[in-house]
């Protein structure tokens, strides 16, 4: 952590812990002399190359380095990838938490999941009320988004006025009564904003994100359509697109039934935590659907993004066990391929319709989704009321940062492009980029979390990728002489028809009779990974792992 000088004190530094050159992992330090905030907590989502990990955290490392001047967390909404690692980083840094009603009723969730609900300082925030957190003044700004009660962050600082977006779109007439607040901040912007951070998401995409509105219209049509079952794929934190969808089942003479866990936690926080609950008679339970005619159903699924243990993956898969899929059923997928995520998803959608299924997607129908995140001309309309002097593109790929930049350039905003890591410094003369700081994240494996040392991510990917060969030899030394049992069980390796076990274990007989009675336990266990790694070349070009248990019994 740079040290604190005299001049620090009217310096404010933004330090991105995660979200920025790359998707997810939201999480930004705002620092100002012996304080500092952090914008934001969330996590990002692993591929399956990295076995046995759930989710990627910002560097704890990082953190406990600002430990001393960490005085609160601040959420701009309620998203995994804004709010996740709260459980991970409260049990190390205690600090005060300040959220909107709907995003502390997700966060009181999780928390009870871990066991620390009681003992978290979690503080309900307003838009339109003020906060100060030390030299922070923080204001609350109303956005739309794809779920309740999301704000933007107008922060008074000692360098000057700087807004954090969060994740936005512009948008009217949400079921729960939510306005994006136009004239908060045309009013901030009257004030003079030294530094806008904004959501980068979709900065390449030309017009306006549409609205759910739009979406209702083609849904109804399209589920009052449907001959047999309307399977729809879905965000579930999305609930506006929820009520959307129970909206047009009800139209259509339908009752709708939930399939995954998010989908009634989220349920039960907005029937809890927000001004548009849910009715309850428009539910069955997944398992009295047998009792209805296939038209007078309609299935919300999690798993639109083909998440290995989603509802709708494991539908395709064939091993839901309320969901198999017919030839009658129609799958609506009602939501964006999020970057990455492209090879999965397709390998789903040709799994569902191997199974008989007729699919819907973006790709066919556009009207059935709406983004939560705005497209370029609504980002030209926010940079044109806010007026910034300076402009830092987050959230989002480089590239997305980038074409975000251009768009603030428009105005005459001084923009300044830096990635995770990278602190920038910001006074009354302007923004620099200074120091850059080793950001590795840290990773969660059920409850255990650490960096990737800790947790052998390496170690990992070199056992999914080579496989390993588990080696028992008993050396049992007579007169001097060495005579060898061995067993070999190679697993995630190539063998044949158990050809390569017998290989190995009669290579292994050879050399270890051959061997001096008295070599060390270590040079014996490299001999056996040496000529292990040779047998298997003749399979394959993979160089296993080997793990040898090497036992030596003397007369």
């Not at 007026?387 to 480089?398: N, S, W």
Request: hydrophobic share 40%.
């Amino acid at each position: 952590m740079p040290k604190t000088k005299k001049s620090d004190k009217q310096t404010v530094q933004l330090l991105p812990l995660g979200g920025v050159g790359r998707m997810g992992m939201n999480a930004m330090l705002l620092i100002c002399g012996d304080d500092a905030v952090l914008l934001d907590c969330g996590v990002s989502f692993v591929d399956s190359e990295i076995p046995g990990i759930d989710v990627m955290l910002p560097s704890l490392r990082v953190l406990a380095s600002y430990k001393k001047k960490l005085r609160a967390i601040v959420l701009t909404h309620g998203h995994e990838d804004h709010i996740g690692a709260l459980p991970h980083v409260l049990r190390l840094f205690p600090v005060p938490i300040y959220s909107t009603r709907f995003t502390a009723a997700l966060i009181q969730q999780r928390l009870r999941e871990h066991g620390m609900e009681s003992s978290v300082n979690l503080s309900i925030i307003k838009p339109g009320k003020k906060l100060q957190i030390g030299p922070f003044d923080f204001n609350f700004l109303r956005v739309t988004h794809s779920l309740p009660d999301c704000v933007s962050l107008a922060i008074g600082t000692p360098s000057g006025n700087i807004l954090f977006t969060g994740d936005f779109k512009i948008e009217a007439g949400l079921r729960d009564g939510a306005v994006f607040d136009e004239a908060g901040f045309r009013a901030f912007g009257d004030s003079g904003v030294a530094l806008m951070m904004s959501d980068s998401t979709n900065a390449e995409v030309p017009g306006w994100s549409g609205a759910e509105s739009g979406v209702s219209i083609a849904l109804t049509e399209v589920i009052g359509a449907c001959k047999g079952r309307a399977i729809v794929g879905l965000f579930a934190s999305n609930l506006y697109r929820v009520h959307t969808v129970v909206d047009a089942a009800r139209t259509a003479g339908r009752y709708t039934v939930l399939l995954g866990r998010s989908l009634d936690r989220y349920i039960e926080c907005a029937n809890n935590a927000t001004d548009m609950p849910f009715d309850a008679d428009d539910f069955i339970d997944a398992k009295d659907m047998h009792l209805y005619d296939d038209n007078e159903l309609c299935v919300i699924c999690t798993g639109s993004q083909a998440e290995p243990r989603a509802a709708l993956s494991r539908a395709a898969q064939g091993i839901h066990p309320n969901l198999s899929i017919k030839d009658t059923d129609t799958i609506i997928l009602s939501s964006r391929v999020i970057p990455g995520n492209e090879k999965r998803i397709y390998s789903m959608i040709n799994d569902l319709a191997r199974r008989g299924a007729h699919i819907i997607s973006t790709r066919t129908r556009r009207d059935i989704h709406a983004s939560g995140h705005a497209y370029s001309d609504e980002q030209r309309a926010l940079i044109s009321w806010v007026r910034p002097k300076h402009f830092f593109p987050v959230h989002g790929e480089y590239t997305f940062l980038q074409r975000h930049a251009e768009l603030a350039a428009e105005f005459n905003a001084k923009t300044v492009l830096a990635e995770n890591g990278q602190i920038l410094e910001l006074t009354q003369d302007g923004v620099s980029v200074r120091d850059l700081v080793e950001v590795t994240p840290w990773y969660a494996d059920g409850s255990i979390v650490g960096d990737a040392e800790t947790l052998q991510i390496k170690a990992r990917e070199k056992l999914a990728f080579n496989g390993v060969v588990a080696i028992s030899a008993r050396l049992k030394i007579q007169r001097g002489v060495v005579v060898p049992k061995v067993r070999a069980q190679p697993s995630g390796v190539y063998q044949g028809n158990g050809e390569l076990a017998e290989e190995i274990e009669k290579a292994l007989s050879r050399v270890l009779a051959d061997m001096d009675a008295k070599t060390a336990p270590d040079k014996i266990e490299g001999l056996i990974t040496q000529h292990v790694r040779k047998v298997c070349k003749r399979y394959t070009t993979r160089k296993p792992v080997v793990l040898a248990l090497v036992e030596v019994d003397k007369d």
